[in-house]
């Protein structure tokens, strides 16, 4: 396999560059003091489009080419064969669009940003909205360069979701929608049912850090191939197979922040971390998708995370850690409070049962945008609208509790959202097979034994990297494809018992 192994060469300098680049950035987000702004943005600019260029450069093309030709015969299944297919798909997306409309939209995004951000927070969507239909243009542009067959979503799903069709999003979204919103209206009428005050009190930030360590440590978090630090925004980034960072952020009065962010970060890293070592510095280390990334970290964060037997284990030490705030909250009480529903307004503060409606809306009006059904100037009304009739209620402002709340559209990032939901449809699914393949494993969790579930996701999921495709994967693990029937259930199950419907 002497072009594959040229092939390899080639890219391995450009991931040592990537690396680099995200050394940088976890540096920026969690060390650097405020002056090193201006120098470390010019840094990563340099290395960025170092990276970029030699990606995209006509010997990555002729080396890919001959590769592909000494592959042709390869098994589907060998390294090689699978590494040809990935970059081959990264090198198409990289190449397809003219380099002066990914000039115009890093440039426009980047003014985005922050004429984004001020609109935000006066809550003013019409200074927000010639920018947005400057933005939305120019991914039409994107969509058409990189082609599709279908809907022009497609083309931007693909980016994020690989071979994943716009159709079947919205296949999967009916069906959710049709069982999920009058569920929703149920637990909203009985409300009552759970007292949220537990995880509302005040809680020592240095002993929320101490707690945390420990329970991501017990789950399977090796500090020697880890490290976690504080940051603003929470992430997980990683350097090699063998030194995946992840961050967290501290709410004194609100328990479940760090807590819950901590275990879905770990959640990432397990997924990057469990990459066959043979894949290290390879095109094929890390995840396959962000939808089977989230798959991950939702479910140790919510089905693990947040279950009755994973606080049978660990309960006991978080009052020991908070003994006046805790003391005389009973388990049963906690593990309800943990697990409240509400009337969310803002995406990332939703709770398991309201979250897919917050991101069927979004991937709707994305949609519609590209498509031109809804004009812009409509986008705040159609976003009241669908809020009115998901979660029944209508966002007191246009700010930061309402269609200006997220960054990703400012950043030109459509086509993302889905990812959020098909790796909570994922999670179900994959956990269901664990649990058939391996049925101890709650009784295992319950004595504080992690090891049977993460050995079952490292040998069925982490440790191919990106060899198969998100729906190939999905197919060789559960036997099928991603369907919302077993998160429907699971949320059915778990949620009547905790509102006692
Ligand atoms: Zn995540």
New binding site residues.
């Given amino acids: 396999m002497e072009k594959v192994n040229q092939l390899k060469a080639h890219l391995s300098d450009i991931i040592h560059l990537r690396y680099a680049t995200s050394v940088l950035g976890w540096d920026q987000q969690t060390m650097m003091p405020p002056g090193g702004a201006s120098a470390r943005a010019e840094q990563l600019a340099t290395l960025s489009k170092l990276a970029h260029q030699m990606f995209v450069a006509d010997e990555t093309g002729k080396l890919l080419q001959d590769a592909a030709a000494e592959t042709a015969d390869a098994d589907y299944d060998s390294d090689a064969a699978a590494m040809v297919r990935v970059v081959q798909h990264d090198f198409d997306l990289a190449t397809r669009v003219p380099t002066d409309l990914v000039e115009e939209l890093a440039r426009t995004t980047s003014h985005a940003h922050e004429i984004w951000a001020k609109a935000r927070e006066a809550a003013d969507f019409a200074a927000f909205a010639p920018t947005l239909e400057k933005i939305i243009d120019l991914k039409r542009q994107e969509a058409e360069a990189l082609g599709y067959e279908d809907r022009i979503y497609d083309a931007l799903l693909d980016q994020y979701e690989p071979n994943m069709k716009t159709a079947d999003v919205e296949r999967l979204f009916n069906e959710l929608r049709e069982e999920l919103v009058p569920f929703v209206a149920q637990i909203f009428d009985n409300l009552d049912a759970v007292d949220t005050a537990p995880i509302k009190q005040n809680f020592d930030t240095e002993k929320q850090k101490a707690f945390g360590l420990k329970v991501i440590e017990q789950l399977g978090y090796d500090m020697k191939r880890g490290r976690q630090d504080p940051a603003v925004h929470p992430f997980t980034t990683s350097f090699s197979i063998n030194d995946v960072r992840i961050t967290t952020r501290y709410q004194e009065d609100w328990l479940p922040a760090s807590l819950f962010g901590s275990i ?2 770990a959640g ?1 890293a397990f997924y990057e971390l469990g990459s066959d070592q043979s894949l290290e510095g390879t095109w094929l280390a890390g995840g396959t998708s962000l939808g089977v ?2 798959s991950q ?2 479910m140790w964060e919510n089905i693990v995370g947040r279950s009755r037997g994973f606080w049978k284990v660990f309960y006991p030490d978080l009052q020991a850690h908070y003994p006046q705030q805790l003391g005389s909250v009973s388990l049963e009480a906690f593990y309800k409070a943990i697990n409240m529903v509400y009337r969310s307004l803002v995406r990332v503060e939703a709770d398991e049962v309201t979250y897919n409606l917050h991101i069927m809306l979004r991937f709707e009006l994305e949609n519609d945008l590209l498509e031109g059904k809804v004009a812009v100037k409509d986008l705040r009304d159609a976003w009241n609208d669908k809020m009115q009739s998901y979660l029944g209620i209508t966002p007191p402002d246009d700010g930061k509790n309402g269609v200006l709340q997220d960054v990703h559209w400012s950043s030109g990032l459509m086509g993302y959202f889905p990812t ?1 939901s098909l ?1 909570n449809f994922l999670s179900v699914q994959y956990w269901d097979k664990a649990l058939q393949d391996v049925p101890s494993i709650p009784a295992e969790i319950e004595k504080g034994n992690f090891e049977p579930l993460m050995t079952w996701l490292v040998e069925n999921i982490h440790v191919y990297g990106r060899k198969y495709w998100p729906a190939e994967l999905t197919e060789r693990v559960t036997g099928e494809a991603i369907q919302v029937r077993s998160f429907m259930r699971y949320l059915k199950d778990k949620y009547t018992d905790v509102y006692g419907l």
Avoid: L
């Fill in positions: 879905h970060e990432h990334h989230e970290s939702r959020y790796g």
